[in-house]
């Protein structure tokens, strides 16, 4: 060690002496790169509006997407975020909470009435919102001028209820950044369906929809941030029922269910795990038992556990995604992705790879010393609905919009701490 | 001795720190704390006992006792990695480590003595919730150790000595669980002590032009606590069997081994210089294991990699004698830290330290001796992380030490 190096050493040592004998550490510094966060809107379905548990409610919402990137925004100089916050934690009323059944947290509807406050308009009490996330939205519902007509929660905070669009809102608070989540209500629809009536949007009328968005948000020079759409079989929602649900362990319930089923000698049971039953109106039997790789869907495991589904009963076809429906979903999701991908690119977006963060949470990733992964409640990414993330899975994947920010507008906004968020509460 | 041991059960309570690399405490005596913490070559009096076995019997005079304690001020500063403005800081209690040595000579040549002391220890806690509280919240860790010694002087050059060492551990330490329920989160609070043996080892060289030379080798103790308490609290019921209520949990953490070498020179009648290197055999820690004895798919056996390295430590100082009253004392080391820095835990935040130390002592007759010393210690700022938990940021310490102590010899 030189002089140099010794003679500030010896200076530090006398001025920590005067300062005491606390230990100081160097702050990070916010900076907002070539992004200008001045007036941050935030456009999207579900997962933008802080959508958790089954409903859209008060605590959620303070722990929406939206929120938790302009709480980080306000560090690099955002001034005003505005939230069209629910009266209360129960919202529309359909919120799940845990409860102890046998033992075992399970899901049940949380009690109590929904107070009509909660469906009114909030627009001119307390408007104009940075937070246009809008539960149920499609992509091409957020240029639909009255869309607030068709869904009661943009109905409560449309600028003006027959006319207003979401993107109309949106650029009327002339934003200097925006995000933009959208596309998985197109996919989910379809899945949530079965695939029974609906079509997913074809992924060229996904394109003109995507790129007029991005075209009218960044029209005034605006920034922004996108992000991909995860696939159905990442979500538990379809991942946690598996094929062969149907676990025997009693030789006389073998032998029973054989019985039964024997006028359709293509359908057999042992111990262990079985198929589930299912109908299939393409089968030429019309029953069927599942094959490894189809999904089932979560709705379906209290008829499974109850009621004899997929047993005595055959598993109804709303309740099941078969080998080409899921490859029908797999090919939209890529097409989907591929088009973000390109038009975030071409607009010099941020991209936010939410389908990869997913697959590397799966078989769990800690962050912040907290261990995830993706089941369904003991996971704790994704909420009780098993569709939408929980507090902490919001966080996460705030901090993968917060990367793509930074790295494509050489940015230093912080990420957020994941434990300051509540975790799923058990009872 | 009964009361000896009432006594340092006391301190036990009260006592916690840390002060050097990973858990290693060296305040091992006010003089040599005022020196830059150098020892293994110096003769002053018992305390050589612990410093180096092989230098007591060449103690001046017939009778020494030694006895000492510090205050450890310590503060670690946390700033979550970039990007990220989250910061935390710990609220460390005061800790006050203690030694007492007692040595006399039986005949000419040869030397008893005991040293009690504590060579290991940490304490902290960080800010209440902070985000590093899955890895810990607060925890206190200490060894004391007895050591009695018996010490040869083979030549009026060359003396040799040994001690054993029985030493006792309790470790007390609280982390949170990412569970949440209608109390609060979830915590594991685990609780153990346990004791046993090593030996302290060493030789001591005195040239009569004022050279003097000492080699010290402490051995590896394994503080092994077995059926320690590991209580959880504030499960939620529908949990409650994931998490057996009065768990116990087997956790064993190495004491490491000490290799030292000093060089003094007695310079002028009145100025005392000296050096040592103290090299710490930290390859020892590689994991803590939390093996618990109920476990549940949602309760694995804990592994923990650390992943410690050997270090070297360099320090070096001197004593002035002012009057035969006064004495003043300054040194300084560089305490590299042992700790890997993609396994570093926020339970030991260990630094590179650089440190200063100050010292002086007032004899109001001959035979007694006042001192007290002053140690300051920069952590330097450094980025760390917890690889495996994915958890990293940059860390700062800064400790400060004032130590009184009294020894008196005939």
Redesign the interface.
């Known amino acids: 060690m030189t002089k140099t190096h010794i003679l500030p050493l010896i200076l530090l040592f006398l001025a920590s002496l005067l300062g005491g004998c606390d230990a100081d550490i160097d702050a990070f510094s916010p900076d907002p790169g070539e992004a200008d966060f001045t007036t941050f809107v935030s456009l999207g379905n579900s997962l933008t509006a802080g959508f958790m548990d089954g409903e859209l409610y008060r605590e959620g919402q303070h722990n929406s997407l939206a929120n938790l990137l302009a709480g980080q925004f306000m560090h690099t100089g955002l001034e005003d975020f505005n939230q069209p916050l629910m009266h209360d934690d129960i919202g529309f009323g359909n919120r799940l909470i845990l409860a102890e059944a046998d033992g075992q947290p399970l899901p049940v509807p949380m009690p109590g009435t929904p107070d009509p406050e909660n469906f009114e308009n909030k627009y001119n009490d307390a408007g104009p919102f940075h937070n246009l996330g809008v539960p149920g939205a499609r992509i091409q519902h957020l240029l639909f001028e009255g869309y607030a007509t068709l869904n009661p929660y943009y109905q409560r905070f449309a600028a003006d209820i027959p006319t207003s669009s979401i993107m109309g809102d949106a650029l009327a608070l002339n934003p200097s950044f925006f995000s933009l989540w959208i596309g998985n209500n197109d996919i989910l629809s379809y899945a949530l369906d079965s695939g029974e009536g609906e079509h997913i949007l074809p992924p060229e009328d996904f394109r003109v929809a995507f790129q007029a968005l991005v075209g009218q948000l960044t029209q005034q020079g605006a920034s922004g941030v996108t992000a991909n759409i995860p696939n159905i079989t990442q979500i538990p929602f379809f991942a946690t029922v598996p094929y062969n649900a149907l676990l025997l362990t009693d030789p006389d319930v073998v032998a029973l269910l054989n019985n039964a089923y024997a006028e359709a000698p293509h359908i057999s049971f042992e111990l262990g795990p079985n198929p589930l039953v299912v109908y299939d109106s393409d089968h030429m039997a019309g029953i069927r038992q599942l094959e490894k790789g189809e999904l089932v869907l979560l709705s379906a495991l209290n008829g499974i556990s109850n009621e004899g589904w997929g047993s005595q009963e055959p598993l109804s076809g709303e309740y099941y995604l078969n080998a080409k429906q899921i490859e029908h979903v797999t090919n939209h999701v890529e097409a989907y992705n591929d088009i973000i991908s390109e038009t975030a690119s071409n607009f010099n977006l941020a991209m936010t790879d939410v389908n990869q963060l997913l697959k590397d949470a799966e078989p769990g990733i800690y962050f912040d010393a907290i261990a995830f992964n993706t089941e369904f409640i003991s996971g704790g990414v994704f909420s009780l609905d098993g569709i939408h993330l929980s507090a902490r899975g919001y966080a996460i994947v705030a901090n993968a919009f917060i990367e793509a920010i930074n790295s494509q507008y050489q940015a230093s906004v912080p990420k957020v701490a994941i434990g300051n968020y509540p975790g799923i509460q058990f009872p | 001795m009964r009361k000896m041991f009432l006594m340092v059960s006391w301190l036990v309570a009260t006592s916690t720190m840390l002060q050097a690399g990973g858990y290693e405490v060296s305040l091992h005596g006010q003089r040599q704390v005022g020196m830059g913490l150098i020892g293994t070559s110096l003769t002053l009096d018992a305390s050589a006992a612990f410093n180096n076995p092989g230098a007591l019997a060449m103690m001046p005079g017939q009778l020494s006792v030694v006895g000492g304690i510090n205050g450890v001020?310590?503060?670690?500063?946390?700033?979550?990695e970039?990007?990220?403005?989250?910061?935390a800081?710990?609220d460390n209690p005061l800790s006050t480590p203690f030694h007492f040595y007692a040595a006399g000579m039986l005949t000419d040549r040869l030397a008893a003595g005991i040293a009690v002391n504590t060579p290991y220890g940490n304490s902290l806690e960080w800010e209440d919730a902070w985000?590093?509280?899955?890895?810990i919240q607060n925890i206190s860790l200490m060894a004391i150790t007895v050591q009695p010694t018996l010490s040869y002087r083979v030549t009026d050059m060359l003396s040799v000595g040994a001690g054993f060492v029985y030493a006792h551990g309790a470790v007390d330490m609280e982390r949170a669980l990412?569970?949440?329920?209608?109390d609060g989160?979830a915590r594991l609070h685990i609780d153990g002590s346990t004791g046993n043996y090593g030996f302290n080892a060493g030789i001591q060289f005195a040239h009569p032009a004022g050279f003097q030379a000492g080699l010290s080798y402490r051995s590896q103790i394994d503080m092994e606590v077995e059926g320690g308490d590991a209580l959880f609290s504030n499960i939620?019921?529908?949990?409650?069997?994931a998490f057996p209520a009065n768990n116990k949990v087997d956790v064993s953490l190495p004491l490491p081994a000490n290799l030292d070498f000093g060089l003094s020179y007695q310079a002028t009648p009145d100025l005392l210089v000296g050096m040592a290197l103290h090299y710490v055999f930290w390859g020892a820690y590689d994991e803590l294991v939390f093996d618990f004895e109920e476990n549940t798919a949602s309760l694995p056996d804990s592994y923990n990699k650390r992943d410690y390295s050997n270090t070297l430590i360099i320090r070096a100082g001197g004593e002035y004698r002012v009057t035969p009253e006064i004495y003043l004392r300054a040194g300084g080391y560089f305490d590299p830290t042992p700790v890997n820095s993609e396994y570093f835990s926020p339970e030991t935040p260990s630094l590179d330290n650089?440190a200063?130390t100050g010292g002086v002592s007032f004899l109001p007759i001959p035979e007694l001796s006042i001192d007290a010393s002053l140690l300051?210690i920069?952590?330097l700022?450094e980025d760390m992380r917890?690889t495996?938990?994915?958890?990293g940021g940059?860390?700062?310490?800064?400790?400060?030490i004032p130590g009184i102590g009294i020894s008196y010899q005939l």
């Open positions: 001020f310590a503060s670690t500063a946390f700033q979550m970039a990007p990220s403005v989250y910061q800081k710990t985000a590093g509280r899955f890895l990412p569970i949440e329920g209608p989160e939620p019921s529908s949990l409650a069997t650089l200063f300051y920069i952590g700022e917890y495996p938990e994915n958890f940059s860390y700062s310490t800064r400790i400060f």
